[in-house]
């Protein structure tokens, strides 16, 4: 039976050099198979360059890793334009593959006649979507967190043969991305002088409703979940759905334990279990969207006793 790949996502947060770093390092332990680099929220972090995202790309895959290279979600300045078409020429002339998070990527890419992953945040609900996407270059794609399992299967009975399919089955997810930035706000500061405050916050910033409920999580331009995706219960449903990567959302805390949890399931070709104590914090678990209700529900798989 074909065997699941395990997917790295781009870091999201904010984090010092040095953890950014020693995270890196210790990804390139782990057992995944590929690992996205590069920032895909906001172009004033600048904790690592893009010199670091291409010599951080070049030991993982010297570490037997597939990288790609990932490009800003959001473009919305002359200065973001010049940045992904540097990143795009970079990652291809160290032979590195592209995730294009914006049609301009994808545009640039095409016009390389290169290959490229078509990320999550490029909306690909249709197979009439991923045809002509697949004309452009694309060889894999991402299908938005909101896709219920029920259209997904639909999706990949209807796909280009060739193209891969890579599904996020852990972490927060993104939900929305603004030309404004709410972590700034919440400090009463402008973007353009925004202090850097999300690296206040490794996980996020918890934001609640007015009845002090969970409701999301803040991440500069980015607007996350306050739930924490697992899909874990269904990789053998995937497997048999013919998915080919699963994707791990990094997080601060327990991300080594995350990984191996699934790692152990998928070449057990059975259900991923993670601990409660290696939930992001303040996390609870959901699962609504694969399962077509609303994305912050979690329905677990009831376990039925074997009558004797």
């Known amino acids: ?17 040095d953890t950014s770093l020693q995270f890196y390092a210790d990804a390139m332990e782990w057992p995944i198979d590929t690992i996205y680099f590069g920032e895909v929220v906001c172009s004033r ?49 160290n032979g590195f ?10 545009r640039t890419i095409h016009g390389l006649g290169q290959t490229f992953v078509a990320g999550p945040h490029l909306n690909i609900y249709h197979e009439g979507t991923l045809t002509w996407l697949q004309s452009l270059g694309a060889c894999r794609y991402i299908p938005p967190v909101e896709l ?21 089955v852990w972490g927060r997810m993104a939900l929305a991305y603004s030309s404004r930035c709410f972590t700034a706000r919440r400090h009463r500061l402008r973007k353009d002088c925004c202090e850097f405050s999300c690296e206040q916050y490794p996980d996020g910033l918890a934001l609640k409703t007015r009845e002090h409920s969970d409701f999301l999580t803040i991440n500069g331009i980015q607007t996350q979940s306050a739930h924490c995706l697992d899909l874990g219960e269904y990789l053998p449903d995937m497997l048999d759905m013919g998915i080919d990567y ?35 914090p303040n ?21 039925h006793a074997i009558s004797m």
């Not at 593959?97 to 994808?106: H, L, T, Y």
């Open 1 to 17: 039976m074909k065997s699941l790949s395990i997917a790295l996502a781009p870091l999201a947060y904010y984090w010092s050099r």
């Open 45 to 93: 972090r600048h904790q690592l360059r893009l010199a670091d995202w291409i010599s951080l790309a070049k030991e993982c895959q010297l570490a037997g890793k597939e990288v790609v290279l990932s490009t800003l979600t959001l473009i919305d300045s002359e200065v973001d334009r010049r940045h992904m078409h540097k990143l795009i020429d970079a990652a291809y002339e």
């Open 97 to 106: 593959k592209v995730e294009a998070n914006d049609f301009s990527a994808v």
């Open 148 to 168: 219920p399992r029920e259209e997904l299967q639909v999706l990949q009975a209807q796909k280009p043969e060739a193209m891969q399919t890579e599904v996020q």
């Open 246 to 280: 699963v994707r791990l959302q990094p997080q601060s805390q327990g991300m080594a334990e995350v990984v191996h949890a699934f790692d152990e399931a998928r070449r057990h070709q059975q259900r991923a279990q993670v601990n409660e104590a290696y939930l992001p």
């Open 283 to 303: 996390a609870e678990r959901s699962n609504g969207y694969w399962l077509g209700k609303a994305g912050m529900r979690w329905d677990a798989i009831p376990i």
